[in-house]
């Protein structure tokens, strides 16, 4: 069946440490993937995404590393600072008629001072 | 560039009333859709549209929810009645065409359901 889902609902960090959130797709056919963040009480926010030609992107201090062998996406976030502390998501785009998103439970990040 | 915007922000009610949720997608884009998002889970699609036409709504309960996006613009999303379970963020989101593109969305109704 099709889902999406996070090996850890809950993530501490240390500040300026580096934080790896790890997401498990199960759908082959998925060729689009999108990392959400989403602060409490905002709606999820676009931070990067992946094509399936590619293995590798970075943007900003985040970089999405995509492994179709395995089906497994991750998202580094390089010198975790509090603002990022929040829930991200892992978005996967599949073609099911029309395009549609299926998206994962989440992982909490917690930056610790 | 104005975001997605969403009303009202928060919405009580009792069981058995009925609710209505109002979206304004960002301007220009042709694809509109509304998420449930249950306390920590992520988002369920529950409705996709393309302009003003429906081109998903399999995981809509059709018995209670209704979705209409008149002129390809605004749209609202009905619950009538409301069940307990319905407690929820409603997050309406917007993108510019029709395929594999990035989602915006707005801040999203919480409902609470007593």
């Known amino acids: 069946g099709e889902s999406v889902g996070l090996h850890l609902p809950t993530l501490s960090v240390q500040e300026g440490d580096n934080s790896i959130i790890n997401c498990a797709y199960s759908?082959?056919?998925?060729?689009?993937f999108i990392w959400y963040k989403q602060e409490s009480g905002k709606g999820p926010q676009f931070i990067i995404d992946?094509?399936?030609?590619?293995d590798k992107r970075q943007g900003q201090r985040v970089t999405v590393l995509l492994n179709k062998t395995v089906k497994h996406l991750s998202l580094q976030i390089a010198a975790t600072q509090p603002g990022d502390s929040a829930v991200y998501f892992c978005a996967e785009n599949i073609r099911s008629g029309t395009y549609k998103y299926i998206f994962g439970t989440g992982t909490r990040l917690k930056v610790l001072a | 560039e104005a975001g997605v915007a969403q009303s009202p922000r928060y919405k009580i009610i009792e069981k058995r009333q009925s609710v209505a949720f109002w979206c304004n997608p960002i301007?220009?884009?042709?694809?509109l859709y509304w998420y449930q998002q249950i306390l920590g889970q992520g988002p369920k699609l529950l409705i996709q549209?393309?302009?003003?036409?429906?081109?998903?709504d399999s995981q809509l309960p059709k018995d209670r929810f209704s979705a209409e996006r008149l002129k390809g613009v605004d749209s609202t999303l009905k619950i009538q009645p409301a069940k307990l379970e319905d407690s929820a963020v409603y997050l309406c989101?917007?993108?510019?065409?029709?395929?594999?593109?990035?989602?915006?969305f707005g801040s999203g109704t919480q409902l609470s359901v007593l």
């Open positions: 989101a917007s993108s510019l065409g029709t395929g594999q593109e990035k989602l915006f």
């Open positions: 301007s220009g884009h042709a694809t």
């Open positions: 549209f393309q302009n003003n036409g429906v081109v998903d």
């Open positions: 759908n082959s056919a998925s060729d689009y």
């Open positions: 992946i094509r399936s030609n590619m």
